[in-house]
Structure formats: C-alpha cells, structure tokens
C-alpha cells in the first residue's frame, strides 16, 4: 500500500480531480489508494510514448512505418514495468486493442506531417511558483517555437473532441500550462492546441495575458480551498454521471461505502494550516 502524503503542488489533473469530487482527490493525492489503469488510459501512455520517441528520430524517418514499429516495443516496456494482466481476458482481446492502437499512430499523420516539424521540446516538465508560494507542475505533450518566437503548446488525445459545451475542462488543463510557460519564460504562448486522434479533430485556443492572469488568481482561490481541505481531512463527496468510472465507491458515502481513515494530521478549520 503506498504511504500517505501532503500535496504541496497543483496539476491539471489533480486540480481537475478536486472540482469534480473532493473525496476522488482526497483518494488518490492523500491517501494514494491502489488503482488499476484501466484500457483506455494505458492506451494514451502507449501512443504518447510512440509520438514522444518518434520525435526522437531525424526527421526524414518519422514515418508512418518507423512510428508503428515503436508500437511492439513501447508496449513491451510497459508490461514490463507493471502488472497489466488484468487489461485483458485473452490474446484477441488484447489483438484488438492493440489494433486501435495502430489506428491511432495512423490518424495522427493523417493530422499533421512529422516530417516538417522540429519541436522545442516534446513531454516537457514545467513548474512554476507563484507569488502567494502556489507551486504548479505538469507535462505538456510538445512545446513548438518559430522563427519569430511564437510558441504553440500542443496535447495528444486518444479520445474524441468533446462538443463546445464541454470543452472547458480540456481548456483548462492548456491555459494551466500556457500560465506556467508565461511565468517562467516570460512568453504568452500564441496558440494551445489539443489534438484528438479518436476523430481526427483538433481544439484550438489562443490566451491573452489579461485571460492568464485572472487564470491565475482562480488557481490561487482553489489551491487555497485544497489546501485547507487537506489540513482539516475534510473532502466532500460529489455525485456525477462521472461515478460510473470511478474505481473508489467502495470508500464513498454517496455508495453506501465508507472511507478510511484520515491518514495525515488536522487542524481545526481557521487555524493555521501546516505549511505547504
């Protein structure tokens, strides 16, 4: 079982997590319950791992043969670093799966020419601190920069575009980054580009300083409502059409479950929280 912690960074995903169930976040940041990868997001890390590696290649051999041949190996790599034997019920299945795979490697060429791109960075790490000691981490897919310096941040997807109506969470997780970009490089990206090879769509945004600044006051508010969160233990539990996936209803109040034990120390609400 792995050992407890206190977050003392904010991601897109744990942010995420926290505005959709407050228990989901407490689960799997704090208490870090065991959960099993499922299909589709094993899926993801394959073809991010194919599409960061082809990058690697000199850019007359990022083709679609080169990138499908990584495919073999990549998967290999991740069976061998973890148990995944529960994905599959048998050889077919897995056949299948591994097919919309291959399917997917194929729709991103059919999107963009590898070929006449020369990335600033691919699976990029950036942080930032900001000046109320937010601490703010994640991973963008690719970092593109021009001649001129304008810079395109760029995000695979396995999955299909989501209607207008039900963008903003995707939006989200791309002006987090383009707010870390502009703090510690001092450049508002031109352009964030989500790109779905589930439909062959893509989602284009373009942020304003003045957009990434009031970006960034909402962070602050919400990191200071986790935060405050983690130090008392309280997280309440929110019912969604989004339960249906979730892998920790045992624990929940809303299924009948019951969480464990607060792991970490508290404080009472309105005293002053641990540091951060």
């Known amino acids: 079982m792995p050992q407890a912690t206190r977050p003392t960074q904010l991601s897109p995903s744990r942010a995420a997590d926290f ?15 065991p959960e099993p990868p499922s299909k589709a997001q094993v899926q993801g890390t394959l073809v991010h791992s194919v599409l960061e590696h082809l990058y690697e290649v000199e850019a007359g051999g990022r083709t679609p043969e080169e990138a499908l041949a990584m495919i073999e190996p990549e998967w290999a790599k991740l069976q061998a670093s973890e148990d995944l034997t529960h994905l599959f019920e048998d050889p077919d299945d897995e056949r299948t799966w591994l097919r919309n795979v291959r399917r997917l490697v194929e729709t991103y060429f059919k999107m963009e020419d590898p070929t006449r791109l020369e990335p600033h960075r691919t699976e990029c790490l950036v942080t930032a601190t900001l000046d109320d000691g937010t601490q703010l981490k994640g991973f963008i897919d690719r970092a593109d ?13 396995t999955g299909r575009r989501p209607p207008d109506r039900f963008s903003d969470k995707a939006i989200f997780q791309m002006k987090f980054y383009a707010l870390v970009w502009w703090r510690t490089r001092g450049t508002v990206p031109k352009l964030l580009r989500l790109i779905y ?27 200071a409502t986790m935060r405050e969160a983690i130090a008392t233990g309280r997280f309440r539990p929110q019912r969604s059409k989004l339960c249906g996936w979730c892998s920790f209803q045992e624990h929940c109040p809303e299924f009948g479950g019951e969480p464990p034990t607060y792991p970490l120390p508290t404080v009472l609400p309105g005293l002053e929280m641990p540091p951060t």
């Open 19 to 33: 505005q959709q169930c407050q228990l989901l976040y407490r689960l799997r940041a704090v208490d870090r319950l």
């Open 145 to 157: 920069v021009n001649g001129d310096g304008l810079v395109r941040l760029v995000d695979y997807k």
């Open 197 to 223: 090879l589930g439909d062959a769509r893509v989602l284009d945004y373009s942020p304003t300083q003045a957009e990434l600044e009031g970006f960034e006051k909402g962070l602050k508010a919400l990191w």
